[in-house]
Structures are given as C-alpha cells and as structure tokens.
C-alpha cells in the first residue's frame, strides 16, 4: 500500500497560500456589516472553533478515532461576544440593575431586547448546544456587556434610513454608538420638501378645517405630529383627541396617519384603564406611541400613578408575564381618543396641567372623495415622506403649546373629577362674607351637592384641606386655631343660602359671629 505523500509547493505558491490566508482571516476580524453576515460569521467561527478542539486519541478505546467535544459555554460567549454588540440600558445605575439585554440590529440600526432572537444568535455558533447551555451563555451576557445609556439627543431622530441629524441637517448612518431602542418607518427623502395635493385635499389644509382657523390649535396639531418621531425624549405630557361621539369627525384619520408614519409595529395599543395592568403594560415598552383608541369616557381612572410615570418620563418597573421584571424609562408619545372628556380620582393641577386635549368638532360627510383621505390618502409614501421632512425641520418639541381650547376643556375635567373645585368655582363667589367658618362652608358644599343630587362622601377635614388649595389661589387665607371671629365681616345674607338649601335637619350649621373659630378671611 503506497504511503500518502506530502504535497509540496514551490516557494511562489507557498507565499500566494501565506497571503490568501492572512486575507481570510483579516475578512474573518472585521466586523460584520449585516445581520446575514453576522449570522455567517458566528456560524463558521462555531465550525472553527470546533475543529481546532478535534484530536485523534493514540491509545484506548477511541484509539485512531477522531473525538469531536462540543463547545464549552465560555467559548461559545467569546465568540458570540466577539462578533455581536450587546448592551445593558439605562439611563443611571438603579435602571441598568434590572434593565434587560439588549443586542445590536445591524439591519434595523436598533438594539432589541428580544430574548429568542439573542438565544438564536447563540445557536448559530452550536446548533447542538443544549437549553442550559443556551441560558449559561445568555446570563453571562448579562454580566458582561457594557452598561450605557439611551441617546437622548433632541437633534438626533432616526428613521427607516439612518440617523437625522438637525444640526448638520443631513442623513448620517446606523451606528451602535447611537443607543436607539426603537425607530421611525418612514424613509428620510431630501427631496420631499413639497407638500402632495390630491384633488384639492391636502395635510395642511385639513389640519386647518380641525383648528378652525386657530393658530394656537393648528400650532399643537404639528408638535404632536413632530413629537411622534422624537422618541428619545420626553414630552412630558399626554394627548387626547375627543369628540361627541357623532362619528367621521377625522379623529381616527389623524390616529392612523401618525401610525402610517412612524410605522404600526412602532405603535403600542393601550387604553387609558390598562396603564395600570402589569403585563399589558410590558406590551408597548420601547413603542414610539402609545395609542388608545374609543376609551370609554364613563370609565373612572381610580388609580393613574403608571399613566402620570410614564407621562413624565419616569423610570418604571416592568412585569412581563412569564419573564423577570425589569426597569424601563418610556419616551413614548401617548395619545388617547375617546368621545368626551375623561374622568380621573386625581384631578390635581400636577396631573392635568401635562393633559393636551384636541377636540375635533367635524364631521366630514361619508362620501366617495372623503374616504379615499384615510383609505388611500394618508397611506402614500410621497405624502408620509413629506410629513417626515416637515417634522425633522421643525423644532423639537419638549413642551406642548397649551391652547385655549385644551384649557377650558381641562377646567371641564377638573370640575367633573374634583367636587370641591367645581363647588367653589360655582357657588362660592356667590358668598357675600370676608370671612366665613370653615364649618359652615363644609355644609353649604355638602348641602349644594345634595340640591344637584351630586351627594358627596368626604370628611370635613378633607374638604377644608382641599378647599385651601383652590381659595388660596383667589386671594383668600385660612387660619387652622380657633384665633379670629366673624364679627362684621359675616352677612346674614350667607345663613339665608345654606338655610333655603336643607330639606330637613341636615347641613344644620348656625354661624356665631363673636366665637372664635376656624375660618377662611379675605383681608
């Protein structure tokens, strides 16, 4: 049996040999510029890594055999962490505690928290590695990526095709050091600087029909339209769009435009009782907006301290079902629509000065012409290319201009959602006294409540707290220790109102202008 000879080259082709490897392995270094080429890369290195650990054992019962171990965990991470980009994000130490991981998509130019599409990658380098294999490799990632934080850069907004940039007003390209969890569907098109016509209908004109003419209403529709692709900062305030429930009144039309233009996978659905919900939150986490759709305006939002946390930017813990809790910072836009205004247990000045409300007080006619503005119009890539264009070009928005109409309709939901506010904005003015018991201002409230079958389950004490708030805002002072009287300064007139008020011995409140007592004065 001839014996197998070496091949040998002569020193030209040993050289060229020499030179075709260093150039694989330099290709084999680079990074990869795609998801396909990661892919590919993690693949082979797997196959490599794998071969170098073969041996032919001498000796015993694998003697002439050659023995093929499997990939330890750690290798397997050298080589996954060699290749692929991971993160933790946070944006301080107590959210990078909990926070998820997070892996580069080359394609999307995003980081993405998705647990199967890490635990894939994985396997590309060991399809035969086992689960706990897998999760050994998975957790080690955790403990070893680079913590960072988000990109909070108002000038910045990225988009189907790159990262804008503002200032230099120009597209720049994906890049990991931009630290984007989500991202705008559109393309960027320098040339879409000319806003699309169809048949006479245009964007800007509508726009114009909802605000009535009214600068300060058409003003807030374009900040909500340049607001929805700004989702690496905080707004700090929420929107509802509301009508009367009459129907074709363009309010859905504008909710699906900002959808076609940051993209429907970018849009989280969550109505107002369901901020609260654990797992439903956990639903729209990294959505650019956050819509709910057809709330029900008799729904009483007892509880809204997730919807005021993710209104304002706050850190949040979130419960996933099934997976561990994390910490998460929402810069989400969040729209809410209903057919009247909304009822909430905290009316505070604090929670509804950041409420932005639109009232769309039309209806369109349900013709032919009108359902092609939301079955055809709004769905053009022309006209959502010029949207963009006009939004990158306008100034970031990190404060809502607050319309009039937004105020009255503010004032409404305060007067619905908070009885003592309502109480004073109506009857107190009435009061002809500077100064008046605190006694009997609590049972001429509870006794006008009753007269508007509005019966009131509150304590004294809490009416006199809440109504403090509001009088000293009028001008008026209270004092807690029974140190002044009414004297002069109480008309009889005040005693003639609560008493043509009660039915019966309720209310029963007899003002002593010389005893001293707690009151509310007007100097």
Same mark, same amino acid.
């Given at each position: 049996?001839?014996? %197998?000879?070496?091949?040998?080259?002569?020193d030209e082709t040993e050289e060229n040999i020499k030179k #075709?490897?260093? $150039?694989?392995?330099e290709e084999n270094n680079k990074p990869p510029k795609t998801?396909?080429?990661?892919?590919?890369?993690?693949?082979?290195?797997?196959?490599?890594?794998?071969?170098?650990?073969?041996?032919?054992?001498?000796?015993? +019962?694998? &003697?002439?055999?050659?023995?093929?171990?499997?990939?330890?965990?750690?290798?397997?991470?050298?080589? +996954?962490?060699?290749?692929?980009?991971?993160? =933790?994000?946070?944006d301080d130490k107590e959210e990078q505690s909990k926070a998820?991981?997070?892996?580069?998509?080359?394609? @999307?130019?995003?980081?993405?928290?998705?647990?199967?599409?890490?635990?894939? /990658?994985?396997?590309?380098? @060991?399809?035969?590695?086992?689960?706990?294999?897998? !999760?050994?490799?998975?957790?080690?990632?955790?403990?070893?990526?680079?913590?960072?934080?988000?990109?909070?850069?108002?000038?910045?907004?990225?988009?189907?095709?790159?990262?804008?940039?503002?200032?230099?007003?120009?597209?720049?390209?994906?890049?990991?050091?931009?630290?984007?969890?989500?991202?705008?569907?559109?393309?960027?098109?320098?040339?879409?600087?000319?806003?699309?016509?169809?048949?006479?209908?245009? =964007?800007?004109?509508?726009?114009?029909?909802?605000?009535?003419?009214?600068?300060?209403?058409?003003?807030?529709?374009?900040?909500?339209?340049?607001?929805?692709?700004?989702?690496?900062?905080?707004?700090?305030?929420?929107?509802?769009?509301?009508?009367?429930?009459?129907?074709?009144?363009?309010?859905?039309?504008?909710?699906?435009?900002?959808?076609?233009?940051?993209?429907?996978?970018?849009?989280?659905?969550?109505?107002?009782?369901?901020?609260? @919900?654990?797992?439903?939150?956990?639903?729209?986490?990294?959505?650019?907006?956050?819509?709910?759709?057809?709330? %029900?305006?008799?729904?009483?939002?007892?509880?809204?301290?997730?919807?005021?946390?993710?209104?304002?930017?706050?850190?949040? #813990?979130?419960?996933?079902?099934? $997976?561990?809790?994390?910490?998460?910072?929402?810069?989400?836009?969040?729209?809410?629509? $209903?057919?009247?205004?909304?009822?909430?247990? %905290?009316?505070?000045?604090?929670?509804?000065?950041?409420?932005?409300?639109?009232?769309?007080?039309?209806?369109?006619?349900?013709?032919? *012409?009108?359902?092609? =503005?939301?079955?055809?119009?709004?769905?053009?890539?022309? /006209?959502?290319?010029?949207?963009?264009?006009? &939004?990158?070009?306008?100034?970031?928005?990190?404060?809502?201009?607050?319309?009039?109409?937004?105020?009255?309709?503010?004032?409404?939901?305060?007067?619905?959602?908070?009885?003592?506010?309502?109480?004073?904005?109506?009857?107190?003015?009435? /009061?002809?006294?500077?100064?008046?018991?605190? !006694?009997?201002?609590?049972?001429?409230?509870?006794?006008?409540?009753?007269?508007?079958?509005?019966?009131?389950?509150?304590?004294?004490?809490?009416?006199? /707290?809440?109504? *403090?708030?509001?009088?000293?805002?009028?001008?008026?002072?209270?004092?807690?220790?029974?140190?002044?009287?009414?004297?002069?300064?109480?008309?009889?007139? %005040?005693?003639?109102?609560?008493?043509? #008020?009660?039915?019966? *011995?309720?209310?029963?409140?007899?003002?002593?202008?010389?005893?001293?007592?707690?009151?509310?004065?007007?100097?």
């Amino acid at each position: 049996m001839a014996k %197998d000879t070496e091949v040998v080259f002569d020193d030209e082709t040993e050289e060229n040999i020499k030179k #075709l490897r260093k $150039m694989q392995q330099e290709e084999n270094n680079k990074p990869p510029k795609t998801n396909q080429e990661l892919f590919s890369k993690l693949k082979q290195a797997g196959i490599e890594k794998r071969k170098e650990k073969e041996y032919t054992p001498e000796k015993g +019962v694998n &003697a002439g055999k050659t023995i093929k171990p499997r990939l330890t965990f750690r290798e397997i991470t050298n080589i +996954v962490e060699k290749y692929g980009i991971f993160r =933790i994000i946070g944006d301080d130490k107590e959210e990078q505690s909990k926070a998820p991981l997070y892996w580069y998509n080359l394609d @999307d130019g995003i980081y993405s928290k998705d647990e199967t599409e890490i635990r894939q /990658l994985i396997n590309y380098v @060991d399809n035969q590695a086992t689960d706990r294999t897998i !999760t050994e490799v998975f957790n080690k990632l955790i403990l070893e990526s680079k913590r960072v934080a988000r990109t909070h850069n108002k000038n910045l907004v990225i988009v189907n095709n790159g990262v804008y940039d503002r200032l230099q007003n120009k597209l720049l390209k994906f890049n990991s050091d931009y630290v984007f969890t989500t991202k705008i569907a559109t393309n960027y098109n320098p040339s879409a600087s000319t806003e699309p016509v169809y048949n006479g209908w245009s =964007i800007s004109k509508w726009f114009n029909q909802i605000a009535n003419g009214k600068q300060d209403k058409i003003k807030l529709l374009w900040q909500i339209i340049t607001a929805s692709i700004d989702s690496n900062i905080s707004h700090e305030s929420a929107i509802f769009l509301i009508d009367d429930g009459q129907g074709r009144t363009g309010k859905s039309t504008f909710e699906n435009l900002i959808m076609n233009l940051v993209g429907k996978n970018n849009c989280g659905q969550l109505k107002l009782i369901e901020f609260e @919900d654990d797992f439903k939150l956990a639903l729209v986490d990294n959505k650019a907006v956050i819509i709910g759709d057809d709330n %029900d305006p008799n729904s009483f939002n007892e509880d809204s301290s997730k919807f005021k946390s993710l209104t304002t930017g706050e850190t949040i #813990l979130i419960n996933p079902k099934g $997976m561990r809790p994390y910490y998460n910072r929402f810069n989400s836009l969040i729209i809410q629509s $209903m057919n009247g205004v909304p009822r909430f247990k %905290d009316s505070t000045d604090a929670h509804l000065r950041r409420f932005r409300i639109v009232k769309f007080n039309h209806q369109y006619q349900a013709t032919p *012409q009108n359902r092609k =503005i939301k079955d055809d119009y709004i769905n053009r890539k022309e /006209l959502l290319e010029w949207l963009l264009y006009k &939004a990158l070009h306008s100034k970031p928005v990190t404060t809502f201009i607050q319309t009039d109409e937004s105020n009255n309709a503010t004032h409404e939901i305060k007067e619905d959602n908070d009885a003592v506010y309502y109480f004073i904005n109506k009857y107190f003015d009435d /009061l002809e006294s500077t100064r008046i018991p605190s !006694t009997f201002l609590f049972n001429y409230f509870m006794a006008c409540m009753d007269y508007e079958n509005n019966h009131q389950k509150i304590k004294q004490r809490t009416f006199t /707290l809440r109504a *403090q708030k509001i009088l000293k805002n009028k001008g008026w002072e209270y004092t807690p220790n029974k140190t002044r009287q009414p004297l002069k300064y109480w008309t009889g007139k %005040d005693q003639q109102k609560l008493d043509e #008020l009660r039915n019966d *011995q309720r209310y029963l409140c007899n003002v002593e202008p010389n005893k001293y007592q707690r009151l509310f004065y007007k100097e």
